[in-house]
């Protein structure tokens, strides 16, 4: 890593071709393992092919149109967490603050959101193998499912929370400056929904894992992507649970 001295020397738009170029092909890695999984489905459905054409159609098995809606949902609520992440990192390095930590917390951020459609290939590929298995929940791969899901889900809880260590690190550096105060309230605002975020992702995981544990009805809510469509809606949603906080100047409203 570059010392600090040098890397106050890499030009402000710098910071912006590199976002868009890593989301850029994150976007890119998602829509190429797309096509791999409704391959996968249709020699699926192509090996069940042993009926005339109209009982053919209306005798595909429910587990091949449940797994295609699952593919499709799936990858739509990826494709919406990973736009609102560059949205929030755009936000980020369009206000001054400590570069040398910026370097260092973006390379990680960066990191973890290649990791995302890669770990929801994986998921879904594993979700695929569960659904046409007919497996139940102790069975060999019902564990290969948990163990996918337990990977994806905090990856991208911990890209939101290295998106609040950038925001409020940035606060902390500007925080007696003449930096502008709309930029300081968007910082605010991004650090706080951030967070929310974060701990919301672990909170629906963790919840899920529990309450589907438990309770069988709920079994194909969780063995769909309903838990990342619910993380995709709340994107839009930024709900904001450190707002009335008023311990630290990060959390308040002004």
């Given at each position: 890593?570059?010392?600090?001295?040098?890397?106050?020397?890499?030009?402000?738009?710098?910071?912006?071709?590199?976002?868009?170029?890593?989301?850029?092909?994150?976007?890119?890695?998602?829509?190429?393992?797309?096509?791999?999984?409704?391959?996968?489905?249709?020699?699926?459905?192509?090996?069940?092919?042993?009926?005339p054409a109209l009982q053919q159609f209306m005798g595909?098995?429910?587990?091949?149109?449940?797994?295609?809606?699952?593919?499709?949902?799936?990858?739509?609520?990826?494709?919406?967490?990973?736009?609102?992440?560059?949205?929030?990192?755009?936000?980020?390095?369009?206000?001054?603050?400590?570069?040398?930590?910026?370097?260092?917390?973006?390379?990680?951020?960066?990191?973890?959101?290649?990791?995302?459609?890669?770990?929801?290939?994986?998921?879904?590929?594993?979700?695929?193998?569960?659904?046409?298995?007919?497996?139940?929940?102790?069975?060999?791969?019902?564990?290969?499912?948990?163990?996918?899901?337990?990977?994806?889900?905090?990856?991208?809880?911990?890209?939101?929370?290295?998106?609040?260590?950038q925001a409020a690190s940035d606060l902390a550096h500007?925080?007696?400056?003449?930096?502008?105060?709309?930029?300081?309230?968007?910082?605010?605002?991004?650090?706080?929904?951030?967070?929310?975020?974060?701990?919301?992702?672990?909170?629906?995981?963790?919840?899920?894992?529990?309450?589907?544990?438990h309770n069988p009805s709920w079994h194909l809510v969780?063995?769909?992507?309903?838990?990342?469509?619910?993380?995709?809606?709340?994107?839009?949603?930024?709900?904001?649970?450190?707002?009335?906080?008023?311990?630290?100047?990060?959390?308040?409203?002004?």
């Amino acid at each position: 890593m570059l010392p600090a001295r040098l890397i106050g020397q890499i030009k402000p738009e710098s910071w912006g071709g590199i976002l868009d170029g890593t989301y850029a092909i994150i976007l890119t890695l998602l829509t190429i393992e797309l096509p791999v999984q409704i391959l996968s489905i249709l020699d699926r459905l192509a090996n069940s092919a042993q009926y005339p054409a109209l009982q053919q159609f209306m005798g595909i098995k429910v587990d091949i149109w449940f797994s295609f809606f699952n593919l499709m949902i799936g990858y739509f609520a990826v494709f919406i967490i990973i736009y609102d992440i560059w949205s929030y990192h755009r936000v980020i390095i369009g206000v001054d603050g400590r570069l040398h930590l910026r370097a260092i917390l973006t390379s990680w951020t960066l990191f973890l959101g290649t990791l995302i459609p890669s770990l929801h290939y994986v998921v879904n590929t594993v979700r695929q193998k569960f659904i046409f298995a007919g497996a139940i929940e102790s069975s060999p791969i019902a564990l290969e499912l948990h163990f996918a899901r337990a990977l994806e889900y905090p990856v991208i809880a911990v890209t939101y929370f290295f998106l609040f260590l950038q925001a409020a690190s940035d606060l902390a550096h500007i925080s007696g400056d003449n930096t502008p105060n709309d930029e300081k309230d968007a910082l605010r605002f991004v650090a706080r929904t951030t967070l929310t975020k974060s701990v919301l992702v672990i909170v629906a995981f963790l919840g899920f894992e529990y309450i589907s544990g438990h309770n069988p009805s709920w079994h194909l809510v969780w063995e769909a992507p309903g838990v990342l469509v619910i993380i995709a809606i709340l994107t839009y949603a930024n709900l904001d649970l450190f707002r009335f906080m008023p311990r630290r100047i990060l959390f308040r409203g002004r």
